[in-house]
């Protein structure tokens, strides 16, 4: 069975392919506008299975992992927000910067990888595991069933 990290890496290698192709797609702001709601769907189901795991694991954490951990819901927030500016400035057809978005993004995906993920594999029992890796597969698989629009 796969790992908790090798299936959210090729998750965000997936939600890196959907900002390429919103980023790609920019000028033309109908597309875009599909690109991007297809982009904060993935984000926030991506999201919703890591404060799950988040909350699986909170008890029995020390002072120092619960700070890395609300760190880490913090940076949902930040990027939260970039996705919320991009929304904004699609809509209202103003010109879209995605530097900040990619870039909180590219931090956020790094601490994952390297921290969060080993630490829910060294911390969850097999269920849980087994839980995530399920949930993963099941957004993987709504999303690759979603008509392509282009």
Do not use: C, W
């Not at 998750?11 to 980023?23: P, S, V």
């Not at 297809?38 to 919703?48: G, P, V």
């Not at 994952?112 to 839980?131: A, R, V």
């Not at 949930?135 to 979603?146: A, L, M, N, P, Y």
Request: zero cysteines; charged letters at 35%.
């Amino acid at each position: 069975m796969e790992g908790i990290k090798e299936v959210m890496v090729k998750e965000h290698a997936k939600i890196a392919i959907l900002l390429e192709k919103l980023e790609a797609d920019i000028a033309n702001n109908q597309e875009a506008r599909k690109d991007f709601q297809e982009l904060r769907s993935y984000m926030k189901q991506h999201f919703y299975i890591e404060d799950d795991a988040i909350f699986s694991i909170f008890s029995n954490m020390n002072d120092k992992e619960v700070s890395s951990i609300f760190d880490l819901m913090q940076e949902h927030g930040l990027i939260l927000g970039d996705l919320n500016d991009v929304e904004k400035a699609i809509t209202k057809n103003l010109p879209v910067d995605l530097i900040k978005l990619k870039k909180d993004m590219k931090e956020h995906f790094e601490i994952e990888e390297k921290f969060f993920y080993p630490t829910l594999e060294k911390e969850l029992n097999e269920n849980q595991k087994s839980f995530i890796v399920m949930k993963v597969h099941e957004i993987s698989k709504r999303q690759s069933e979603k008509p392509a629009h282009k």
